[in-house]
Nanobody, 126 residues
Framework: QVQLVESGGGLVQTGGSLRLSCAVS????????MGWFRQAPGKEREFVAA????????DYADSAKGRFTISRGNAKNTVYLQMNSLKPDDTAVYYC???????????????????WGQGTQVTVSS
């Protein structure tokens, strides 16, 4: 059974940084693309960033471009999301997920990802 555990969330002021981690157990993720999503209160879960199995391809939501960086440590079965220049609009629960297909994600939609973690809360104060 695949388990994903996100960590690294917290309360930060506008302009601050956080580094989220997602540790995966029960499956080796080296052949799978990974993604980060977020969900704010009253809103649907939305795509943030994705990375292919080797890290050669990454994609970001427009809101994340230039501020967030997704990376992976296959040896540690872990995926990271470095978030800089945080804004109050970034406040949400952040989730990581494993792509349903190997090597590359087929889309940036939640339907292309499965095996979600429980999420980690990120709160950015103004």
């Amino acid at each position: 059974q695949v388990q994903l555990v996100e960590s690294g969330g917290g309360l930060v002021q506008t302009g601050g940084s956080l580094r989220l981690s997602c540790a995966v157990s029960g499956r080796t993720i080296s052949r799978y693309a990974m993604g980060w999503f977020r969900q704010a209160p009253g809103k649907e879960r939305e795509f943030v960033a994705a990375i292919s199995w080797s890290g050669s391809r990454t994609d970001y939501a427009d809101s994340a471009k230039g501020r967030f960086t997704i990376s992976r440590g296959n040896a540690k079965n872990t995926v990271y999301l470095q978030m800089n220049s945080l804004k109050p609009d970034d406040t949400a629960v952040y989730y990581c997920a494993v792509s349903t297909s190997t090597y590359y994600y087929t889309s940036l939609d939640t339907k292309s990802f499965g095996s979600w973690g429980q999420g980690t809360q990120v709160t950015v104060s103004s």
